[in-house]
C-alpha cells in the first residue's frame, strides 16, 4: 500500500484525491506500518469512494481497526456540509447504534475470582442473547414510540437506572429526531420482544479488572482504581436498527436517481440532508439509536441486579456509553469558520476533546471517555478525546480491533470447544449460546487490540487512560 498512500506521520497517511476520479478530498488513513501490511485494498477503494459524496468536507477519514464494511468502511468517518450534502445508511451501518458502556464497581479481582463462573452464567440467564433472542420485557407500539424519542431515558423513567447514567451517556442517551412514523411493521415486529438482550455477533458482555493505569488525574475522574472490577456492555439496536437500515436502503436507492447522484458504488445510496428521504432516513436512524440507549440501560439494570444477588450491596456507576454505528449533527471548525455538519461514524468512536460543551460536568476538564474494547482474550482500553481529534477527525476516533478474518474464515480454521478451553487456561472464562460463536468470534479473527490503541494514542486523536483485563465473557 506504500506506493498508494503517502505517509504524513508514522501513524496518518493520505490517500491523495487524484487517486480516482470525482474525488472531492483526499482520504487519511491512521495506520502504522503493521497495520498497513493487512489492509484491504477494498477498504480503500472504499474510503476514496466515500470521498465523492456530495458535501463531503475536509476528508474521508479511517481509523486503525478499518476493514471492509457496506459501502463505508468499518471505521469510517466522514462529515457532510447541511446545505449541500448527504445522510447515507452505508455510513451508519445496519446495526444502528451498536455501542459500549463500561461500569465500574467497588468489588476488586480477588472478590470476583472464586465465583467468576457463578457470575458469568447468572449473567448469561439475566441477559437473553443469541441471534433472534427475546427478551424479559413485553412493550407496546405505544411504548416503542415513546423509546424511538427519548431512548435510554424512556428506561430510566420505567425504573431501569437512575437519571445519573443519563449525565454520562452520549446525548445523554437520546439522539433528538427520532421519530415512530418512518419506522416500519416489520421493524417494529422485530424490535418489539428483543429489548434489553444482548444479540450475536461481537456483542458482549465481559466481566474484567483495571490492569494499568496511564493517566492518574483522569483515571480518578473515573472514579477507576487498578485492581478494581469493571463491566463492559457491548450491543445494539438489534433486529429493529436492521430493518430499518434495509427498508430505507430502498427508499434512498430510488432517492439518488431522483436526485441525479453519481455515486461510484451502488451501496453508497443516499439522499439530500434536507430532502424527504434524509430527513426520514435521519428520523428512523435516530430512533432505532434510542432504542439501543434505552436496550443498553435495561441490560445496566440487570447486570447491576445480578451482581447485588452475588455480591450484596454493590455500587454500579456508569462510566461512560459511546455510539459506535451513527450519524449525527455536530459544530466543527471546517477551513477557520465553524460550521453545522452531519458526522457519519461507521465502527468509530466519538472523541471530544476538553472543553467539549457536549461532555458531561465532571469530565468537561479531562475530555470525553473513549471505550475501545478487546475481542474476549484480548485487553479493552478507556482512553480521552483530545483537541487533536477535534482539529483532524471531527472528534473521532476507533471503535475497537477490527477484524482480520471474516466469520466463515475464523469457522473454518477455528473450534469453539478449543477457543474456550484455550481461555479458561488463561484464567477466562466465557459462556456463549453455541460453540460456533466462539469460533467466529476468537481473539485470533480480530486486530490486537494494544496495536490499534497504540496508533490512535500515537496519532494523538485520543489518548490512554487505563487498560481492563478480561475475567469473564457472556457472548451472543
Known amino acids: 500500500m506504500e506506493n498508494i498512500l503517502k505517509k504524513i506521520t508514522p501513524y496518518k497517511w493520505e490517500l491523495g484525491k487524484d487517486y480516482k476520479k470525482g474525488m472531492r478530498v483526499p482520504a487519511y488513513f491512521y495506520v502504522n506500518r503493521k497495520l498497513m501490511e493487512i489492509l484491504e485494498r477494498d477498504a480503500v477503494e472504499q474510503a476514496a469512494n466515500v470521498a465523492t459524496l456530495p458535501g463531503i468536507q475536509l476528508a474521508s477519514l479511517v481509523m486503525p481497526d478499518v476493514h471492509v464494511g457496506y459501502g463505508f468502511p468499518i471505521g469510517g468517518v466522514a462529515a457532510f456540509d447541511i446545505e449541500n450534502g448527504i445522510v447515507s445508511p452505508g455510513g451508519v451501518g445496519f446495526d444502528i447504534n451498536c455501542g459500549v458502556r463500561l461500569l465500574r464497581s467497588d468489588l476488586k479481582e480477588e472478590d470476583i475470582k472464586p465465583k467468576i ?8 440467564v439475566a441477559v437473553p442473547s443469541g441471534v433472534g433472542s427475546e427478551g424479559r420485557l413485553r412493550v407496546t407500539n405505544a411504548e416503542l414510540d415513546e423509546i424511538f424519542v427519548k431512548g435510554a431515558r424512556w428506561a430510566v423513567e420505567n425504573g431501569f437506572g437512575s437519571k445519573k447514567d443519563l449525565e454520562h451517556c452520549e446525548e445523554g442517551g437520546s439522539l433528538k429526531g427520532g421519530r415512530g412514523d418512518v ?8 424490535g418489539r420482544p428483543q429489548l434489553g438482550t444482548l444479540g450475536s455477533g461481537n456483542h458482549f458482555l465481559e466481566v474484567q479488572v483495571v490492569d494499568e493505569i496511564y493517566n492518574e488525574e483522569a483515571a480518578k475522574k473515573m472514579g477507576l482504581e487498578k485492581g478494581m472490577v469493571t463491566v463492559m456492555i457491548h450491543c445494539g439496536s438489534r433486529g429493529l436498527g436492521h430493518q430499518v437500515c434495509t427498508d430505507f436502503l430502498e427508499v434512498l436507492n430510488r432517492a439518488v436517481r431522483k436526485y441525479k447522484i453519481s455515486l461510484p458504488d451502488r451501496q453508497l445510496a443516499c439522499a439530500p440532508i434536507k430532502s424527504k428521504e434524509g430527513e426520514d432516513y435521519f428520523a428512523g436512524m435516530a430512533a432505532s439509536a434510542n432504542y439501543a440507549w434505552a436496550n443498553r440501560q435495561i441490560i445496566t439494570h440487570w447486570v447491576r441486579e445480578t451482581f447485588e444477588k452475588l455480591f450484596g450491596a454493590s455500587n454500579m456507576d456508569l462510566i461512560y456509553d459511546v ?17 453545522k455538519v452531519c458526522v457519519h461514524r461507521k465502527g468509530a468512536t466519538r472523541a471530544f476533546g476538553k ?21 474476549m482474550g484480548t485487553p479493552s482500553y478507556v482512553l480521552l478525546g483530545t483537541k487533536k481529534a477535534m482539529e483532524e477527525t471531527f472528534g473521532s476516533t476507533c471503535h475497537g480491533s477490527g477484524r482480520v478474518m471474516s466469520r466463515a474464515q475464523a469457522k473454518r480454521k477455528l473450534r469453539g470447544d478449543a477457543v474456550k478451553n484455550n481461555l479458561l487456561k488463561r484464567g477466562i472464562y466465557v459462556r456463549a449460546t453455541h460453540g460456533a460463536i466462539l469460533a467466529e468470534e476468537a481473539p485470533e479473527a480480530y486486530k490486537l487490540s494494544d496495536v490499534v490503541v497504540d496508533v490512535v ?20
Not at 450519524?327 to 465553524?338: I, R
Open 355 to 375: 472543553g467539549s460543551k457536549e461532555l458531561p460536568a465532571d469530565y468537561i476538564n479531562i475530555g470525553q471517555p473513549v471505550l475501545i474494547p478487546g475481542s
Open 183 to 190: 419506522v416500519s411493521k416489520k421493524a417494529r415486529d422485530r
Open 457 to 476: 494514542h500515537n496519532a494523538g486523536i485520543s489518548t490512554l487512560v487505563a487498560k481492563l483485563r478480561p475475567l469473564g465473557v457472556a457472548k451472543g
Open 323 to 339: 455510539a459506535h454505528n451513527i450519524a449525527k449533527f455536530e459544530e466543527h471548525v471546517v477551513n477557520g469558520e465553524k460550521i
Open 117 to 124: 463462573k457463578e457470575l458469568i452464567d447468572e449473567l448469561f
